[in-house]
């Protein structure tokens, strides 16, 4: 709706009837001269009142507005800023200006009377003020440094508002040239606005050497007007300590400068001025980072914790010390209290503890709460930082997102290409808070054109709308980059090894857009992405691996894809795995780390629900299923291990509505597994009977807190179940084994007489015992039916063989479930059945892979189908005075004793002795087979 018009009345209609009239003729004049007497009396009066009046109001607007350097200025300057009453009072600058308005109307020849009337109209920001910006632009044109100031004020405050029809307005451009223009004249307030936008943006690039070169044109700034005041006389006194500060504390000043800078500022905080703690904060930052003085963390450190207790300024500074280590030990939890404690005072506290919450070093990663504190914070690089948790955590809202977009866009329309990156990025994504495709592109091109590569690749990937889409054909966006140029960029892309490149051409080749659809070469292309490090062509990757799409459906390959995905900080990837694991009963190939504790960690953390105001929190139904199949084979005491390390993951999930919920949909026995094990660490003081009530709740969120946060798996835990366990490490050169295995095998094949026969076994024995796969497979699968091969491999060997099958699964081995189970058949068969649990002990020490309890529960799940290998098991185990295993060799109990065993003891060494002996004989076999 338009403001209405702002009405200048006028106010004195009696000065205008007071003018004196025509004289009469004759005695009409002297009749009427006698009985005007007493008009005439009334009437002077009348003026007398007015003229005082007047007066009055001049007075008043000189004093209470009077334009800084004005030449016809009668009265000391008031800067804009102290318009402003200290109560906040608005009345009172109503007040002043009724009184400049009366003036102005009542003396239009005095000039300086508008233009302090217009800046109180400014101040006071009534309805209706777009309409006086004609009366403003004349005077800023003409020179007067107030009136392009007060341009730059009404942008400034008014810039959100949508536009009046037909309204006057002031643009950026033209609120910005005023800004500057006024501050080249040495307006005060426009120089120290301009000083805050070159050190915090958003509407200009942030730049130190700028701030230090506008506070010196403060100090030379012309005098403000008659006595300037005591406001012009402390801010020009305090920018030669700004001067020192930001020097030390910001990047790209010489030598010469810092030492200079450092002198002032260690000067002034021994002499206790005003500003004294600001230069012990800037001297502590010179010797933090050695600037104009030799470095000395230590004593940056020391000084800071001494001021900390009196001075929260000092917090964020050595919370960031503390976090990073830096001049002592680190210490982010005590980092990360202060910073809480500081947050309501400190303006810059908010965003490092955001920083150290997303991180999750020091505490579970807590995204939710790192968005709010990012949000809260007007800082433009905290805004540019929390674009990349809303892209990641896509379940993540903020309030007010249209502040969050204008910040970031005042920051791109300024140069800041972190922001423009960010914002284009989001309004790209699929959040819908900001989803908005034609301002990103918008925003990109002029960025892609000025050579910012970024930019540009941003840019091309949206030239076609929808091409990620799998419900609807891409179509072509009329503006942009034609086909043309689309092919020749990725083909100067892929000459340089730029992973978009392959990463756009794979895309196209799939929808079949500006290259004929072909799905081989597409996924050949998403391998090359993969391999220059994009995390979404891992992603599309391991889709294809997972889909067949263009190449053979492999599940190995896809996990590979993904966990390299989720390494690099994909949630989606993360988010994949999971899903993957409820699907994994045979394959046995995603870890318990994957499928419950990350699953519950996303869940904690906003990721994949669908209860957003739908279902409500409803952890039952987004969490069903994930505690069978797969997971049973581990056991419910690892069970309950995987998902008390998810709130270690993701702390957030220790809300109480959130935990509730959760353990609703735990099962009875891992609820109670769970308190099991507070218990027994001393958290948890009631029965463990799984009813999880507040005091349980209460117990696990003391543990999570004691224990720390999660740390990131293993590359070898994270994959376990799909790689060898790798020989010793430099005992053979891969060539070397290559070369024998070929020969070995084609004798074996050759071989006629069963003497051939048993020297090819005794060869692949060697190899098996060395730690090759192909040779053990070839053991495993015939131990049970060729007599030969078990007088020459021994239950022992053939038992550790199969579980490095087993827990390998290399590609190409068909069901060695079924062979293990033949082969402990037949050692069963030969009463060897007691080396089949030695030997499986063993392999459990040596074995890293086979202390998971989902991988180990999953392969012993097998020996109950082959007789006496649970009873091996248990008798091995009590001889070897394993504790607290069950009353069955392969029961959970047991398998958990058994991996505390092999960690508690570490290995055995029979592997890596038969290893080493191994790879002498297979060395002399490539010597002899050389002369």
Same mark, same amino acid.
């Given at each position: 709706m ?18 004196? @009239? ?14 005007d007497?007493?008009?005439n ?6 003026l ?18 009077s ?68 009366q ?30 037909g ?17 080249a ?30 506070a010196?044109?403060? *100090? ?12 012009d ?27 200079? %800078? ?9 002499? /206790? ?14 010797l ?28 964020p ?8 280590g ?14 809480r404690a500081?947050?309501k005072?400190?303006?810059e506290?908010?965003p ?9 070093k ?10 709010? @504190?990012f ?10 930082r ?11 809202q ?12 005042? /920051?791109?329309? $300024? ?9 284009a ?10 989803k ?12 892609a ?15 076609y ?11 072509r966006?009329d ?6 140029? @689309?092919k020749a960029?990725?083909?100067?892309g892929?000459?340089k ?11 196209? @080749?799939r ?5 004929p ?9 998403? *391998?090359?992405?993969?391999n ?13 691996y997972?889909? /067949? ?19 690099l ?7 994949k ?12 190939l ?13 869940y ?22 994930? =505690? ?17 390390d ?27 597994? #769970? ?10 003081a009631?029965?463990?009977k ?68 048993? %020297? ?15 040779s ?6 015939n ?21 490095? #099958? ?13 062979e ?15 080396a089949v ?23 012993m799940?097998?020996?109950a ?14 001889k070897?005075?394993v ?6 060799g392969?029961?959970?109990d ?6 505390? =065993? ?26 002899? $087979?050389?002369?």
């Amino acid at each position: 709706m338009p403001r209405p018009v702002h009405v200048l009345l006028p106010i004195c209609l009696a000065v205008l009837s007071c003018i004196p @009239l025509a004289p009469l003729a004759g005695g009409a004049l002297a009749a009427q001269a006698s009985s005007d007497k007493p008009d005439n009396a009334a009437r002077k009066a009348e003026l007398d009142a007015a003229k005082k009046a007047l007066a009055e109001a001049i007075g008043i607007c000189d004093h209470g507005a009077s334009v800084p350097l004005e030449p016809e200025a009668k009265a000391p300057p008031i800067q804009y800023g102290e318009l402003f009453p200290q109560d906040f009072d608005l009345s009172k600058l109503k007040v002043l200006a009724d009184k400049c308005q009366a003036a102005m109307l009542g003396a239009p020849q005095e000039k300086r009377l508008t233009l302090q009337w217009l800046r109180v109209e400014v101040a006071l920001d009534q309805p209706g003020l777009t309409w006086l910006i004609p009366q403003i632009k004349p005077l800023a044109d003409g020179g007067s440094p107030e009136a392009n100031f007060l341009l730059y004020e009404f942008y400034s405050v008014h810039r959100r508002d949508s536009a009046d029809a037909g309204a006057p307005s002031v643009t950026r451009e033209m609120a910005l040239d005023a800004l500057q223009k006024a501050g080249a004249a040495g307006h005060l307030t426009a120089l120290l606005t301009l000083l805050r936008q070159y050190g915090e943006g958003p509407l200009l690039r942030r730049d130190a050497r700028k701030m230090v070169e506008i506070a010196q044109r403060i *100090i030379d700034a012309p005098a403000q007007g008659q006595s300037p005041g005591e406001w012009d006389a402390q801010l020009r006194a305090a920018m030669p300590l700004l001067i020192a500060q930001k020097t030390l504390e910001k990047d790209g000043f010489t030598g010469d400068e810092q030492q200079k %800078a450092f002198h002032a500022v260690e000067a002034d905080s021994q002499a /206790g001025t005003n500003d004294s703690g600001r230069s012990a904060l800037a001297y502590i930052t010179a010797l933090r980072l050695g600037r104009g003085t030799p470095q000395d963390a230590a004593k940056a450190r020391q000084l800071l914790e001494a001021r900390a207790g009196h001075d929260d300024y000092a917090i964020p500074m050595l919370a960031d010390m503390l976090a990073k280590g830096e001049g002592g030990p680190a210490d982010g939890k005590h980092a990360i209290a202060m910073l809480r404690a500081a947050t309501k005072n400190v303006a810059e506290a908010g965003p490092m503890l955001a920083g150290l919450l997303l991180d999750g070093k020091f505490v579970g990663r807590q995204p939710r709460a790192a968005v709010q @504190l990012f949000n809260a914070s007007w800082d433009l690089d905290a805004c540019i930082r929390l674009a990349g948790p809303l892209l990641d955590y896509d379940g993540v809202q903020v309030g007010y997102p249209d502040l969050l977009v204008e910040r970031l866009s005042d /920051g791109a329309d $300024a140069g800041e290409h972190g922001a423009a990156l960010a914002l284009a990025r989001l309004e790209l994504s699929d959040n819908q808070q900001f989803k908005n495709e034609d301002r990103a592109r918008a925003m990109l091109k002029p960025l892609a054109d000025a050579g910012d590569r970024d930019a540009l690749w941003l840019y091309a990937s949206t030239q076609y709308a929808n091409l990620d889409s799998t419900s609807y054909r891409p179509t072509r966006r009329d503006d942009g980059l034609s086909d043309d140029q @689309l092919k020749a960029l990725i083909g100067e892309g892929e000459a340089k090894k730029e992973a978009q490149a392959y990463l756009l051409q794979a895309k196209l @080749l799939r929808k079949g857009v500006a290259y004929p659809q072909d799905d081989a070469k597409a996924t050949a292309m998403l *391998i090359n992405a993969a391999n220059l490090g994009s995390v979404e062509a891992m992603l599309l990757l391991g889709d294809a691996y997972d889909d /067949g799409l263009g190449i053979d459906k492999n599940p190995r390959e896809r996990l590979h894809a993904w966990r390299e995905a989720a390494r690099l900080g994909s949630l989606k990837a993360k988010s994949k795995l999971a899903n993957a694991f409820t699907f994994d009963s045979f394959d046995h190939l995603v870890t318990l780390r994957e499928g419950i504790t990350d699953r519950i960690a996303l869940y904690n953390n906003g990721i994949g629900r669908m209860g957003a105001g739908v279902f409500g929190n409803d952890a039952g139904m987004e969490l069903s299923g994930l =505690f069978s199949g797969p997971a049973s084979n581990a056991g419910t005491a690892a069970i309950a291990a995987a998902v008390m390390d998810a709130f270690r993951e993701a702390p957030a999930g220790l809300d109480e509505e959130n935990l509730v919920s959760i353990g609703k949909a735990l099962p009875d026995e891992i609820r109670a597994a #769970i308190e099991t094990t507070l218990k027994g660490e001393g958290f948890y003081a009631g029965e463990p009977k799984g009813y999880f009530g507040p005091d349980a709740r209460k117990a696990l969120a003391a543990w999570v807190d004691a224990k720390g946060p999660l740390t990131d798996a293993p590359n070898s835990q994270a994959a376990a179940g799909t790689q060898q366990a790798a020989p010793a490490a430099g005992l053979l050169a891969g060539e070397m084994l290559d070369r024998v295995r070929d020969k070995v095998f084609a004798q074996a094949q050759a071989a006629k007489t069963d003497k051939q026969k048993l %020297a090819a076994i005794k060869q692949l024995g060697m190899l098996a015992r060395y730690g090759d796969l192909p040779s053990r497979w070839v053991l495993v699968r015939n131990y049970h039916q060729a007599r030969a091969i078990r007088s020459v491999v021994t239950p022992e060997e053939v038992t550790r063989y199969a579980l490095d #099958i087993l827990v390998s699964k290399p590609q190409g081995v068909d069901k060695p479930e079924f062979e293990f189970i033949f082969d402990l058949t037949q050692i069963a068969q030969d009463r060897k059945s007691r080396a089949v649990g030695a030997a499986t002990l063993q392999a459990i020490r040596d074995d890293p892979r086979l202390q998971d309890p989902l991988t180990l529960g999953a392969i012993m799940g097998q020996f109950a189908f082959a007789p006496d290998a649970c009873d091996s098991v248990l008798a091995a185990a009590k001889k070897a005075g394993v504790d607290g295993v069950g009353s069955d060799g392969c029961d959970e109990d047991t398998r958990t004793a058994l991996i505390a =065993f092999a960690k508690d003891k570490g290995g055995s060494g029979v592997d890596a002795a038969a290893r080493k002996a191994a790879s002498e004989e297979i060395k002399t076999l490539d010597a002899q $087979a050389a002369k």
